[in-house]
DNA sequence: CGAGTATAGAGAGCACCGCTCTTGACAGTG
DNA sequence: CACTGTCAAGAGCGGTGCTCTCTATACTCG
């Protein structure tokens, strides 16, 4: 009995799963203002009204992608961070890699960090991962122990900076944490001008820019220099 | 006969205006996403299919708008750079200009600034004016003519930022041409977090991030410090 | 001044969309 | 075997962008 329920739930999870596969196929060749259920179903060789079964709303569906982009996003991330040793080289391979990430999957990266859609309110479930990239910025600063940079913060924004440093366990000065701050709006900022576009008249293709930005912020939260081999990549 | 003529023109561009205003009344309401050119009509009084004489298409409208939207960024900047003195006040009052704008017209920031409609493609004449943000910031650093930063710049960089300096005629170092071309991505990545909700657990008011982020800006820049009030802002 | 023409809006209609409701088939359970 | 809960299917609603045809009217010119 339990192994005939499982065998529904399974055909149900492995259908959950093609229509995400569907829609995120959908998502990168047209875009999220395209994404139709319809269109889905029709290459599932389903009904459309089936799929109601599946995700009640083409908002829930839209969540369900938003989701994995941060998860998949925030796993790039991670990893490229675990991977290097020298606090500015683990900076620079996270940078690189959400940038890489960005490149490879514009409209997911869109979907997340582009105008939000209209009228969807992103639902509590996408808080933690939306923020998994942040952590593992924030993380890899903490782990390089920057001194204070001596900035003066304003009242609000050392409350706002002890508050974030309280709830993620980031124990480091909070000019470095508000600098860290500024950095990560920064990369993302050049991303997202980069991927829609803003930069065509400048800085494009954007590879060097890119590269020298991520040092001058790496200087600008006080990451040590790399000892040896100085490449600037 | 050329009055009747007159006439007739009149009226198309009394119309042609009106059905921009009812669009731009509706994407500030629900965003593009929801514009549509039946609702459009509906609200004017006329049917949707008489619109298609004076905008070809839903994108055209929207070009249009987008458009608008940037002479409006635009010229909200230039005024704001020239209302000031202090190269660093100037650079302040651009900044926090900008970001006035974006606050007070989410919608239409979005609508330039977001993920790039998909299948849309901005046609020549919107490039000039989405120029002009920048080309206003670059004005208030050249005008300051801070020194060169000594940044070693990588060979296609240094390409780069020459063909902008030659193509604007701005007459200053390659190097702080490009600091500057960061700080520009900077100003627009913060914006948008702020706006899309992205600072939401952190910086969120973010009128002191932001204060603190544009003076540090200028600082990267190489702004001169304002010489008698300090006000940090 | 009157005939002809260019331009305007109206209306019907096409193909698509998200979404709802009902219906019939089927698997798993007592 | 009868029952129950789940599923896909189908029809249908109100909306969309866009096209086509038709008619009324404002303008132009002989």
Not at 72 to 97: F, K, M, Y
Not at 154 to 179: H, I, N, Y
């Amino acid at each position: 009995m339990n192994a005939s329920r499982t065998a529904r739930e399974r055909a149900r999870a492995e259908l959950t799963r093609e229509i995400k596969e569907e829609a995120r196929r959908q998502l990168a060749e047209q875009g999220a203002q395209k994404l139709s259920l319809r269109a889905v179903a029709r290459e599932l060789g389903m009904v459309s009204s089936a799929l109601y079964r599946y995700y009640p709303s083409r908002d829930d569906l839209l969540t369900a992608l938003i989701i994995d982009a941060y998860d998949a996003l925030g796993e790039t991330a991670e990893a490229a961070a675990a991977a290097a040793e020298e606090p500015r080289a683990r900076w620079r391979a996270l940078c690189h890699a959400v940038r890489g990430w960005a490149v490879a999957h514009p409209h997911e990266y869109a979907l997340i960090y582009g105008s939000p859609v209209p009228g969807y309110q992103a639902p509590r479930a996408t808080i933690e991962p939306a923020g998994r990239v942040a952590l593992a910025l924030a993380g890899v600063v903490r782990d390089a122990s920057p001194p204070d940079t001596g900035d003066e913060l304003p009242e609000g924004l050392a409350a706002q900076a002890g508050q974030v440093a309280a709830a993620a366990g980031l124990d480091m000065p909070l000019t470095v944490l508000v600098r860290a701050l500024v950095a990560w709006t920064q990369l993302f900022g050049m991303i997202g001008f980069e991927l829609f576009g803003h930069l065509v008249g400048s800085a494009d293709p954007a590879d060097e820019f890119f590269g020298f930005t991520v040092e001058r912020m790496a200087d600008f939260i006080g990451l040590p220099a790399l000892p040896a081999s100085r490449t600037v990549r």
